[in-house]
């Protein structure tokens, strides 16, 4: 399919490269022509190519962008959305989600996931970095929708195995455009050495990196200290499991010393300000890891611990509480924070073609709506976005060519009260009527 963007406000995310204005070519899935106005009548003139275009859409000014990147997602947790709130996070996770979540088929999870995906859409979210309970009808759920989809495993010492988690890689990294596999576990804290050990094995022989909760709570970092002696971060290091590179989710009571893990090992931090701040967990010390270079993308976390699968919100939160805990305000400028939900999130989530507008890239696109109060008057439109920008911005959502979501309609392949419907049902047998 032939599709031309017009008359836009281009943000490409390439490094030192302002908003310009211009339009986008489209060819099938990726992204085939980028330029200026200017650029587009020095190279074409008169001779404007006589191209088929199946479709053409007029931006009417407004920007577009690489669409977000949700590094840390559990999808099918919409179905405890607003129930589990308001309690600690041991509480929250021992006696509300892990019993609950128990009673959940891989067709309920298929149902929730798409749920999750609307909103996923209306954010301007083109991907995410998701790990939850059966992989496979996550994975199913996202292609019939036409989501782009990172999975990594939660393995713990009560679901899954190494072996089970061998054969979701090679499956995944090779069956659908849409769809790859990044290895993972669940935390340290729900995982023996001995398990451990043997995901640090596979790492080694796929010569891959691993991504896991770490750190989230002091709680947890102190516990781990009990075990072995060491913080989370430094004792999976020492274990090898960190060789080939990876990342940690939440990152927020992190040492000098797992800092240097880190920045040694090249490992991402995946930071999720809001569901940290939901559940007391804390502020994560984005500062510094901007000062040793350690790349950070953002997450939303689940549904149940967010409750807003809103990149926006986090964006924001990302900055406003890096300038609370460092108590400056220049401490973290919003372009920054921008990259992080774009560029950073991309690299995080092995998907180098889905980084930057430019041509060859996936076309993975968002286009936001400048022409509402809240992005007037237009005098910086990455500080637009972090600051003042919301859902009600995005008119469309694009992903790998394909228009999903387009002024309040989507184009998924199913009818949206269906799915409403069904994930109803799903609360309605798991939860009763409370």
Known sequence: MNIRLYNAKILTMEKDRDVFPGEVWVKNDRIAYVADEEELSSEWGQDFPRIVWDIELDCKGNLLMPGFKNAHTHSAMTFLRSYTDDVPLDVWLNEKVFPLEAKLTGEDIY????????????????AIFEMYLTPDTIAEACMDMGMRCVLTSGLNNFSSSVSQMEEEYQKWNKKNSLISYQLGFHAEYTCSRELLYKVVQLSHKLRAPVYTHLAETEQEVEACRKRYGMTPAVFLDTLGMFEYGGGGYHCVHMTAQDMDVFRRRRLYVITNPASNMKLASGIAPIADYEKRKISVAIGTDG?????????FREMFLVTGLSKLR????????????????????????????ADVLAKGKLADMILIDLHQPNMQPVHNIPKNLVYSGSKSNVCMTMVGGKILYRNGEYNVGEDVDTIYRRCGDIVKRILGDR
């Open 111 to 126: 149902d929730l996931t798409k749920l999750a995906i609307l909103e996923y859409l209306t954010s301007g979210i083109t």
């Open 303 to 311: 549904p149940a611990s967010n409750n807003c699968l809103d990149m």
């Open 326 to 353: 460092e108590k400056d305000a220049a401490s973290l400028d919003a372009m920054r924070v921008l990259r992080m939900a774009t560029v950073h999130g991309a690299k995080a989530m092995r998907l180098p073609k």
